[in-house]
């Protein structure tokens, strides 16, 4: 069985474009400045100007060389980008190392690469720099030159500069895992709309192949029938040929074959080009048919009478979404797979229901969402294909809802507002009056 996909963890994630950490860094550089000028030039503290100026020009150095090595749009991998917010990171320690440590209330900033990276980064790329920069904040807290001031030498009680190295270890690492979680359920989530995406386009390119075939088909079959003819005709008159006859038979054989195959084409493509709109319980019908015969049997059940019910618009996201639901209660149902369909004054309903283990109560009010993990239901599936099945149904306007029936097994229930689903009948053309 194929493992299920997951993200990837690898320093060499990809994604990172250059001229996002080039703007950021270039912000960070004028910030820096701008700070500098204002405490040692507006406010007359005493900096140490060369090396503060020789920490930012190594930051401006690094900007310059990105720019003349790489193009706007390039990118660069997960081990580059971590060497990047690493470099800012110390960078950024050397400045604060000179201008009083984490006495120094810019010391907060030191938060701002390992958030960067917890969403731009994978998992161990973003350990290695947390990691990194709590080694940083240990180093200020023990060493660091005296915090520019005016007059007598400011310097706070140890304890107090103990607090401020706990506070910012701490929103460093909920800051980090606060960002990771909400990046990766992005991505997790983007993953998953363009797995439905494919899906859908699928279910699109299928119906395009069938209209092709079917069009190919009627333009052979003109000159398939006159090559046909002309077989019949030479059989007919060298069928007792010594010389040619077995020959003439073979060649009208071959014809009679081709037209079964061109014809066999098209009954399957006008089969899988469907009707703009279907009663409601021959489309349940058409979605259990291409599943029979199955492990456990469907049991449709509909509150109309045969030939009856109100008639829905049919779509590639109705056919795949119900689909989905019905073979994901195939594969847990124990011996039955109820699948139910009936209506109201202002909506119509559709329901799956098994006799299976039924839906987790831990994982209940999170099904629809992409990526569950591989044991959400038990059989090592990700909860991608609900997700799927979710979001193709929404799309028509239905609204799903999930709970576990009483007497065990699981029960999938689809509504819709008779206006999003119900084709409306056509309005009969009245006739001029002269």
């Known amino acids: 069985m194929k493992a299920p996909s997951r993200l990837p963890l690898a320093l060499d994630q990809p994604g990172v474009r250059v001229s996002t950490l080039v703007s950021i860094r270039w912000a960070a550089i004028s910030g820096q400045l701008i700070a500098l000028l204002i405490v040692g030039v507006g406010l007359g503290f005493p900096i140490p100007w060369m090396p503060a100026l020789a920490a930012i020009g190594a930051s401006v150095s690094l900007n310059l060389g990105l720019k003349w090595l790489y193009r706007r749009r390039d990118r660069i991998d997960g081990r580059s980008a971590l060497f990047h917010l690493g470099f800012d990171l110390v960078q950024l320690s050397v400045l604060l190392f000179l201008t009083g440590g984490l006495s120094n209330p810019f010391a907060l900033l030191l938060l701002v690469p390992v958030t960067i990276s917890a969403t731009l980064l994978s998992a161990r790329a973003t350990v290695l720099l947390v990691g990194l920069a709590l080694f940083l904040l240990i180093a200020l807290w023990q060493w660091h030159h005296p915090l520019p001031w005016v007059g007598e030498q400011f310097i706070l009680p140890d304890t107090y500069v103990l607090g401020i190295m706990i506070a910012i270890a701490l929103g460093m690492l909920f800051l980090t895992f606060y960002a990771w979680q909400v990046s990766a359920e992005g991505r997790r989530r983007q993953a998953a709309l363009v797995a439905t995406q494919a899906a859908l386009d699928r279910e699109s390119r299928m119906g395009a192949l069938g209209s092709l075939a ?73 979605i259990v048919e291409p599943f029979e015969p199955t492990r456990v049997p469907v049991e449709i059940r509909v509150e109309w009478e045969p030939g009856g019910g109100p008639v829905v618009r049919r779509s590639p996201e109705l056919l795949h979404g119900l689909a989905n639901i019905v073979a994901n209660a195939l594969r847990h149902a124990r011996g039955r797979v109820r699948f139910e369909a009936g209506e109201t004054p202002s909506e119509l309903w559709v329901a799956v229901t098994d006799d299976g283990p039924g839906f987790s109560p831990d994982l209940l009010p999170r099904l629809g969402e992409p990526f569950l993990g591989p044991s959400w239901s038990g059989s090592g599936s990700t909860g991608l294909g609900i997700f799927i099945a979710t979001t193709l149904l929404e799309r028509t306007g239905g609204r799903l809802g999930f709970s576990n029936l009483s007497e065990g097994g699981a029960r999938v229930e689809l509504r819709w507002w008779r206006a999003d689903i119900e084709a409306l009948p056509e309005a009969p053309v009245k006739e001029g009056i002269a």
């Not at 079959?221 to 006859?245: M, S």
């Open 214 to 286: 079917a069009a190919a088909a009627h333009e052979l079959g003109g000159p398939l029938g006159t090559i046909t003819l002309i077989a019949r005709d030479l059989e007919d008159a060298l069928g007792d040929d010594p010389a040619l006859g077995q020959d003439v038979h073979l060649l009208n054989q071959e014809a009679r074959r081709c037209r079964e195959i061109l014809t066999g084409i098209s009954e399957r493509a006008e089969a899988e080009d469907p009707f703009p709109e279907l009663a409601l319980p021959v489309l349940l019908r058409e």
